[in-house]
């Protein structure tokens, strides 16, 4: 006997809690997954008019992506599985990134196929980020990690939804190029998220065989996921179908509030700052709400909150839309992120572990975001079919009353 004592071994897989870094690097990566999304509606009536795109034809462009968040996000497993997670979200910042600045193209063609690029990328990428957190970080902390992160997509809308018109009008006055330079933070995403992800590395060997470092928020996910999708689950369809629906409001708010008011005859400056108000107060839900969750325990009240919120919201703008316009898109702002951040918590609250929480993100990105990428082209339909935005707003409004039953329904401690 020396007298030391012995070292405190790790049993494999088990990881040191996520620390600032990590939580930074989520928050830079969640940024650059909205402004592929949030930078076309201030400029889509340049783009309608330069492009000739019907109502449908346009809701059908920020449908897009939202179509590749269902089509994509099931992949993300598998590919975390098989290359190691860190490898598969730096591959997505740089294809949302080359789809991104692709849009500098212009041409209907080549900005539907540019977006549907940088979709995969997105899809990707955000499908990957609640299993990061159920790895890394401890149960009592997840609702506000989620939180921190789902702030960085707010802020991502944000800036995108402000800045993108002076872009223009800085660049020429060419929508086209307002939109590819949202590739550059991307760049700056991949740069941190490929730092710590090797200062976080363990050095064990990649899922290959190759030799290199599987390296940080990855390396649990470094094996083949377990079983499929769990479609058998009566829980995952009531998180599936509140993800999805909540989904299906924030785009069709997104895509066509400034719109709405550009056609009650607000310039697009103005119409862009409305936007930017809506995605501010997102911030404020998306960080606050989930910290109260984590204090209280029950997710539902504040779920109720953020739906009901948004829910009224709608209807104000399908009967009354130029009564209180900026309190209007405030409080939708502030229901539609708070509802999204409590979807992404559900996500994680819902799954045994973190290869369970990949499969039911897959689940209901796959089905949530199919079902949210009507949204925007049902509200175009609708306007065609109308010669205005009442019917689809009325019609959003019920759809917000079917979600805030969904939201609340599921209880804390059940697991997919």
């Known amino acids: 006997m020396t007298g030391r004592r012995p070292h405190a071994v790790r049993p494999p897989g088990r990881r ?14 969640a940024l650059n997954l909205r402004p592929a999304i949030a930078s076309v509606p201030p400029v889509l009536p340049d783009i309608q008019r330069d492009l000739g795109l019907s109502g449908t034809g346009a809701g059908a462009l920020t449908a897009l992506p939202v179509l590749c968040l269902g089509l994509f996000a099931p992949a993300a497993a598998w590919l975390a599985g098989r290359f190691g997670v860190d490898r598969v979200v730096a591959w997505a910042l740089i294809v949302l990134g080359a789809g991104t600045l692709a849009r500098a193209v212009g041409g209907a063609a080549g900005l539907f196929a540019a977006t549907f690029v940088a979709g995969i990328g997105l899809a ?24 921190l992160y789902t702030t960085g997509l707010a802020g991502g809308a ?15 006055g060419s929508w086209a190029p307002a939109l590819a330079v949202w590739a550059l933070p991307a760049v700056a995403a991949l740069a941190v998220w490929r730092r710590v992800a090797v200062l976080a590395g363990s ?58 008011y550009q056609a009650h005859g607000w310039s697009g400056e103005r119409a862009g700052l409305l936007l930017a108000v809506f995605s501010l107060t997102q911030l404020v839900a998306t960080f606050g709400l989930p910290a109260l969750a984590d204090r209280t325990g029950d997710r539902r009240p ?25 309190l209007v898109a405030a409080v939708i702002g502030f229901g539609t992120g708070g509802q999204f951040a409590m979807a992404l918590t559900l996500l994680v609250d819902a799954a045994a572990d973190a290869a369970a929480s ?59």
């Open 16 to 29: 040191q809690p996520g620390g600032g870094a990590l939580v930074a690097a989520l928050v830079l990566v």
């Open 124 to 147: 990707v990428g955000g499908a990957l980020l609640p299993g990061i957190v159920k790895a890394n970080f401890p149960a009592d902390r997840a609702a506000t990690v989620t939180g």
């Open 158 to 172: 944000l800036l995108a939804a402000a800045l993108t018109v002076p872009l223009r009008n800085l660049l020429g």
């Open 203 to 260: 050095g064990s060997r990649s899922p290959s065989g190759s030799g290199s470092p599987s390296a940080g928020p990855a390396a649990e996910g470094a094996s083949p996921p377990r079983g499929g999708l769990p479609w058998r689950s009566g829980l995952a369809w009531r998180v599936t179908l509140y993800t999805g629906l909540q989904s299906l409001l924030f785009y069709a708010a997104l895509t066509w509030l400034s719109p709405l």
């Open 302 to 326: 504040w779920t109720a909150l953020a739906v009901g919120a948004c829910t009224a919201g709608m209807l104000a703008l399908a009967v009354a839309p130029l009564a209180a316009p900026w």
């Open 358 to 416: 990949r499969r039911l993100t897959g689940m209901a990105f796959l089905v949530g975001y199919l079902l949210a990428a009507a949204g925007p082209a049902a509200v175009g339909v609708l306007y065609d079919a109308t010669g205005g935005f009442t019917a689809a707003f009325l019609a959003l409004t019920v759809i917000g009353v079917v979600t805030l039953a969904l939201g609340v329904s599921v209880r804390r401690g059940a697991v997919v």
